[in-house]
């Protein structure tokens, strides 16, 4: 029974969007892990806190999805969405950032992303946005 239970479980996680975020912040990378964990659809494969480190996870973990936040260090999230374009073209990726232009969204769209959620919807739009790129 304990077999199959541990089966079951690696079945389920299977079925789940693996999910990777990359947010300087670690209060933002917190918030939306808490606001991830609450969806039973999505799994958290890990964290990155600059662009560069982004890429070099995605990479590494294949993840279904990139949640990109925009301005980082090393790397910014266009950069980074550009360069995981190249290299990982079957990630999907939604740049999540404070700034809420249509200019900036559209610019984000050219640079490859699939989605752009500004921070301050995240805990509206951020759950819907995923499942849409994915149902």
Known sequence: AILSSARHRDEEKAHRIRTLVADDSPAAQQAIASLLEK????YLVGNASDGREAV???LKL???LVLMDLQMPKMNGLQATAELRR?????RIIIITVHDT???EQACH?????GFVPKH????DLPTEIHSLFD
């Open 87 to 91: 290299t990982l073209p079957e990630a």
């Open 39 to 42: 969806d039973r659809g999505i």
């Open 56 to 58: 070099e996870k995605a």
């Open 102 to 104: 249509s200019d900036l």
């Open 110 to 114: 050219e640079a490859g992303a699939d």
């Open 121 to 124: 919807r995240l805990y509206r």
């Open 62 to 64: 294949h993840p279904d």
